[in-house]
């Protein structure tokens, strides 16, 4: 796999073509080290299963897709399970968050346990209701089913506890099953996106109306469609955005939302110029060197973009993505790979198996990669590991 560049050259292209889908997703990937996030990421970027990754990328990637008839730009942060300090940063940034384990590994489901904790206080800890981040817990290596360790029923059980969705998958197989994966989470942050925007107008409507006079309603004026799109989250000029509604109450000035959550996300977070339906997109990133070109990857190290709020109160929103410092090269190793796996990453549209048209459940575990299970197990042996990363310090975050 060659290395991840940023390349302004094409950020600038997809900008004044005006190609990119209006709607947004931010999705990340968090999980310990070696459960499989990049291979996932790749994955639904290339539909091509990696074996090595270079594990200190955090890197943000984006994609157009179309989901249900819908055009959406995905973007995915794939963060390399360490330096678990920034969660609060990627929950900021995010709509979405995987938190990805490895059925194979015990302590991976600990991490992610311990992620599903940390998140879970993090949100209470600013007043966000859990349902405003759509957290799915993900079992990967569905694969690797007779190195099973984590069994489907504790996966099942700890995401019913968290109230998360639960998924098992893996990227060493159909494309499919991952494609499935990010298109699901991309109708879940829209149907809350669609709830959250239902609260907000439901507040709207059971505001006394006795002293908004009919003169003073139709001088209202609709709230223009776009304003100043600032591009870096980092600067200060990115709290300019905010969730703005039109006031039929106030001559039509707006004001920010009155959602509560909404209000509550934008206090906590600051203003969000992230995703939206609504929204005048701008992406700043790069190309992803793929075969696939409408796959870009932005490797990002920026701070959080806001997280998106809902779609039809936003006058204004903007998204950015800050040039990465990130240059961390993707080493490939095709001789570690599965020979399934090599075969797919050669040439993925011609040795795609039958498509599967759901997640592939224990019951359907794949045979087929059984005999490249352990060259991979024997691969990630010698694959230079990271020190382990250690649990404790999530919980040093929120304390
Ligand atoms: N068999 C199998 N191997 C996988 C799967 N996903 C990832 N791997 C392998 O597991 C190893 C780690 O995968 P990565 O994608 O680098 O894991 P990661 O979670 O991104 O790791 P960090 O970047 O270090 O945080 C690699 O050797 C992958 O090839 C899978 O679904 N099945």
Request: net charge positive; with cysteine.
């Amino acid at each position: 796999m060659s290395r991840y560049k940023s390349t302004n050259s094409s950020v600038k292209s997809h900008l004044s073509s005006g190609s990119l889908p209006k709607e947004e997703v931010n999705i990340v990937l968090v999980g310990q080290a070696n459960v499989g996030k990049s291979a996932l990421v790749v994955k639904y970027l290339t539909k091509r299963f990696i074996c090595e990754y270079d594990p200190f990328l955090e890197d943000t990637y984006w994609k157009p897709d179309t989901v249900d008839q819908q055009d959406v730009l995905v973007k995915v942060m794939d963060t390399y399970g360490k330096d678990d300090k920034r969660l609060p940063y990627y929950l900021k940034w995010a709509d979405a968050v995987l938190i990805t384990y490895s059925i194979t590994q015990q302590d991976s489901f600990e991490m992610a346990l311990s992620y599903l904790d940390n998140i879970h206080e993090y949100s209470k800890s600013i007043s966000l209701s859990s349902n405003e981040l759509v957290i799915t817990l993900i079992g990967n290596k569905l694969d690797l089913e007779r190195n099973r360790i984590i069994a489907k029923a504790d996966g099942e059980t700890t995401a019913s506890k968290f109230n998360c969705a639960f998924i098992e998958t893996t990227a060493a197989d159909d494309y499919e099953y991952v494609q499935n994966l990010f298109h699901r989470t991309v109708r879940e942050v829209r149907k809350e996106r669609e709830r959250a925007n239902n609260v907000t107008i439901s507040s709207i409507q059971s505001l006394p109306t006795t002293f908004c006079p009919i003169e003073e309603e139709e001088k209202a004026l609709p709230l223009p469609l776009a304003a100043n799109v600032p591009t870096d989250p980092l600067s200060s000029s990115s709290s300019s955005s905010s969730s703005t509604l039109f006031n039929p109450l106030n001559n039509g000035q707006s004001i920010i939302s009155s959602s509560p959550q909404t209000s509550t996300m934008t206090a906590s977070f600051g203003q969000r110029p992230s995703s939206n339906v609504n929204s005048n997109s701008t992406s700043s990133g790069g190309t992803i060197p793929t075969n696939n070109s409408n796959t870009n990857m932005i490797p990002n190290n920026s701070p959080p973009i806001a997280r998106s709020i809902p779609s039809a109160s936003i006058s204004s929103v903007t998204s950015s993505i800050v040039p990465a410092s990130t240059t961390a090269s993707q080493k490939s190793n095709s001789s570690a790979i599965s020979t399934a796996s090599t075969t797919t990453a050669t040439n993925p549209a011609t040795t795609r198996r039958t498509k599967s048209p759901k997640l592939q459940t224990d019951s359907q575990a794949s045979t087929t990669t059984s005999a490249s299970s352990s060259q991979k197990d024997n691969h990630h042996s010698s694959t230079p590991k990271r020190p382990p990363s250690k649990v404790p310090f999530l919980q040093k975050i929120f304390k």
